[in-house]
């Protein structure tokens, strides 16, 4: 996005990537689909120790100017829920278009090309490849990512280089990411593996209502991803399965109206029926509603409307979709995206303290980070 822009001011730009092929995140992404803005963002949907940073790029590029770019070259799309855009067909129709538009500005792109060495020099710096030569510019932009993913070629490159130049990097960890557990609570995400069910997860202030997962490492789904973004070591979650049911009061009420009836069948009516049978067995409560005191009404209500658990970690970047911190923002102009301390340095996307909810966020901060510093380079 930034060599394209740089390219339509009559820059020559170079673009240099490691990986064999370009843009394998945006392949992935999304299912294959791409999950390529979202028309509802806005500052509040990212994360960074200066919320106010991402203000300026953001109103500089919306997701309206990247949504008209999408039509331009006749990519069919649809919402899929909550704002989020899927390109129709596959996420390489999104590849393909950045690709055209980078041509048509007549930037020059160089894969499977290392960076040995980057060096600041008179008028700009020096870049060393593992081609065996090197280059010289007047601007520079780290453009890199984080550290999610190790499998697509994800490292911490532009971290170094940012402390190359003496900038603060705010510690990255994995974001986005699925939680792990021990002991009980594992041995109950085991037996429920691949069962969803939609919830309400909150970690402090913060809350989401979306699906969550049951997995043999622990919790996954929406929810969990977008919680995991705000948990820290040792903190407990507070998971509601039946959102908008109070399931004490629901059991109540069936003890007095059907006292016959199953518990596990009561709350199959609520929840899929392999959580209930596993949630009953949990509380040793195998009977008929008649057999519950109002005492257990509370506990079962408890255990369903305010799952306590204390993760014991992350998956870590592997399975992660984005990573937290990165360059300070203290260190860049929110204008233009330049290092303050050192003019033609810019970082642009995921390498900067800035980071998205899930769906489709993290894209729009690199279209309109890249944007941005395309205008200034």
């Given at each position: 996005?930034?060599?394209?822009?740089?390219?339509?001011?009559g820059r020559?730009?170079?673009?240099?990537d490691h990986a064999?092929?370009?843009?394998?995140?945006?392949?992935?992404?999304?299912?294959g689909?791409?999950?390529?803005?979202?028309?509802?963002?806005?500052?509040?949907?990212?994360?960074?120790?200066?919320?106010?940073f991402?203000?300026?790029?953001?109103?500089?590029?919306t997701?309206?100017?990247?949504?008209?770019?999408?039509?331009r070259?006749?990519?069919a799309?649809?919402?899929?829920?909550?704002?989020?855009?899927?390109?129709?067909?596959?996420?390489s129709q999104?590849?393909?278009?950045?690709?055209?538009?980078?041509?048509?500005?007549g930037?020059?792109?160089r894969?499977?090309?290392?960076?040995?060495?980057?060096?600041?020099v008179?008028?700009?710096?020096k870049v060393?490849?593992?081609?065996?030569?090197?280059?010289?510019?007047?601007?520079?932009?780290?453009?890199?990512g984080?550290?999610?993913?190790?499998?697509?070629g994800?490292?911490?490159?532009g971290?170094?280089?940012?402390?190359k130049?003496?900038?603060?990097?705010?510690?990255?960890?994995?974001?986005?990411?699925?939680?792990?557990?021990?002991?009980?609570?594992?041995?109950?995400?085991?037996?429920?593996?691949?069962?969803?069910?939609?919830?309400?997860?909150?970690?402090?202030?913060?809350?989401?209502?979306?699906?969550l997962?049951?997995?043999?490492?622990?919790?996954?789904?929406?929810?969990?991803?977008q919680?995991?973004?705000?948990?820290?070591?040792?903190?407990?979650i507070?998971?509601?399965m039946?959102?908008?049911?109070?399931?004490?009061?629901?059991?109540?009420?069936?003890?007095?109206?059907?006292a016959?009836?199953?518990?596990?069948?009561?709350?199959?009516e609520?929840?899929?029926r392999?959580?209930?049978?596993?949630?009953?067995?949990?509380?040793?409560?195998?009977?008929t509603?008649g057999d519950?005191?109002?005492?257990?009404?509370?506990v079962?209500?408890?255990?369903v409307?305010?799952?306590?658990?204390k993760?014991?970690?992350?998956?870590?970047?592997?399975?992660?979709e984005?990573?937290?911190?990165?360059?300070?923002?203290?260190?860049l102009?929110s204008?233009?995206?330049q290092?303050?301390?050192h003019?033609?340095?810019?970082?642009?996307?995921?390498?900067?303290?800035?980071?998205?909810h899930?769906?489709?966020?993290n894209?729009?901060?690199?279209?309109?980070s890249g944007?941005?510093?395309?205008?200034?380079?």
């Amino acid at each position: 996005m930034c060599a394209i822009e740089a390219g339509k001011r009559g820059r020559r730009v170079l673009l240099l990537d490691h990986a064999e092929k370009i843009a394998e995140k945006i392949r992935i992404s999304g299912g294959g689909r791409c999950n390529f803005t979202n028309i509802h963002a806005r500052p509040e949907n990212f994360l960074s120790q200066n919320p106010h940073f991402c203000k300026s790029a953001l109103s500089q590029y919306t997701q309206q100017d990247f949504i008209a770019l999408v039509k331009r070259h006749g990519i069919a799309f649809h919402e899929k829920k909550l704002g989020q855009l899927f390109c129709d067909d596959s996420s390489s129709q999104i590849i393909d278009m950045l690709l055209k538009e980078t041509a048509n500005a007549g930037v020059l792109l160089r894969v499977k090309t290392k960076v040995e060495n980057i060096a600041a020099v008179s008028g700009g710096f020096k870049v060393e490849t593992n081609r065996g030569g090197e280059e010289t510019c007047a601007s520079l932009v780290i453009a890199t990512g984080g550290l999610s993913i190790p499998k697509i070629g994800a490292t911490g490159f532009g971290y170094d280089i940012a402390k190359k130049f003496g900038l603060n990097v705010i510690p990255p960890r994995a974001g986005l990411v699925p939680l792990t557990f021990d002991g009980a609570i594992l041995k109950k995400c085991k037996a429920l593996s691949g069962l969803s069910v939609e919830a309400d997860v909150k970690c402090g202030r913060k809350i989401f209502n979306e699906g969550l997962l049951f997995t043999h490492r622990g919790l996954s789904g929406p929810s969990i991803l977008q919680i995991s973004s705000y948990w820290q070591d040792g903190e407990e979650i507070i998971v509601d399965m039946a959102p908008g049911k109070n399931i004490s009061i629901v059991l109540k009420d069936k003890k007095k109206r059907q006292a016959k009836q199953k518990i596990s069948t009561v709350l199959s009516e609520i929840l899929p029926r392999r959580l209930a049978q596993g949630i009953c067995d949990e509380m040793g409560c195998g009977g008929t509603m008649g057999d519950l005191s109002r005492a257990q009404c509370d506990v079962i209500g408890a255990a369903v409307n305010e799952w306590r658990i204390k993760p014991t970690g992350t998956e870590g970047y592997r399975t992660a979709e984005v990573t937290l911190g990165g360059v300070d923002t203290r260190e860049l102009s929110s204008q233009t995206m330049q290092a303050i301390k050192h003019p033609g340095l810019f970082f642009i996307g995921e390498v900067v303290d800035v980071t998205g909810h899930l769906g489709g966020f993290n894209f729009q901060w690199a279209w309109s980070s890249g944007y941005v510093a395309g205008q200034h380079v």
